[in-house]
Each structure stands twice: as structure tokens, then as C-alpha cells.
Nanobody
Framework: EVQLVESGGGLVQAGGSLRLSCAASGFTFDDYHIAWIRRAPGKEREGVSCISRSDGSTYYADPVKGRFTISSDNAKNTVYLEMNSLKAEDTAVYYC??????????????????WGQGTQVTVSS
């Protein structure tokens, strides 16, 4: 059974930083792409970043380029999202998602098979 467990969300002032973690289990980590996808109140979901474990490629949506960094720890089967220079518009529930070839589709409304429970990020201005 695929399990994705996020942690690290919280309340931070604008300009601050947070690091989210996604602990994965129940599948062959290297076969999957792992993405961070957020949903703000009243808005559509938004793909934030994605990492391909097989070749280490990383992808970022334009609103977070230069501020967010995605990485993975092979030994811990964990993917991280380091978020710096946070803005009020980054406020959302952040979900970790896993699927084959996900990085090619994570910014669309592609139907993703595996999701975590989400972690709230609130940025006060």
C-alpha cells in the first residue's frame, strides 16, 4: 500500500522559511516521480514542484522558481520542499503526490493515484 505522510507545515511571517517533508512507503521509490501540489481556499490545485527519482531531474512552477527547492533523501525515502522568501500567496494546503511520469503532468489536472493527507502552510503578511 502506497503511503505518503507530509509534515513541516505551520505559520510563518512573509519572508520566512519552512521545510516540508514527505515520507514515502509501500512502493519502489525510484520508479515514481514525487510532486508537491498545493490548494488554496477557493482556488484550483496548483503544481508547485516535482522530482524524478530515477534521474534526479527537478521541476518548478514559475511562481516558486528561485524560492523553493525540492530534494530527496534516498536512504529515508523522503522528499523535501525547502521554501524560502515565503509570500502570503503561498498560503495553502500542501500535498505530496506520487505517480509514474508525474513530473510531465503535475501542473495539469492529471488524475494522480497517490496523495498524502496534506499539511497547512500559512504565511502572514
Amino acid at each position: 500500500e502506497v503511503q505518503l505522510v507530509e509534515s513541516g507545515g505551520g505559520l510563518v511571517q512573509a519572508g520566512g522559511s519552512l521545510r516540508l517533508s514527505c515520507a514515502a512507503s509501500g512502493f519502489t521509490f525510484d520508479d515514481y516521480h514525487i510532486a508537491w501540489i498545493r490548494r488554496a481556499p477557493g482556488k484550483e490545485r496548483e503544481g508547485v514542484s516535482c522530482i524524478s527519482r530515477s534521474d534526479g531531474s527537478t521541476y518548478y512552477a514559475d511562481p516558486v522558481k528561485g524560492r523553493f527547492t525540492i530534494s530527496s533523501d534516498n536512504a529515508k525515502n523522503t522528499v523535501y520542499l525547502e521554501m524560502n522568501s515565503l509570500k502570503a500567496e503561498d498560503t495553502a494546503v500542501y500535498y505530496c503526490a506520487a505517480d509514474l511520469q508525474l513530473c510531465y503532468f503535475y501542473t495539469s489536472d492529471y488524475e494522480i493515484d497517490n496523495w498524502g493527507q496534506g499539511t497547512q502552510v500559512t504565511v502572514s503578511s
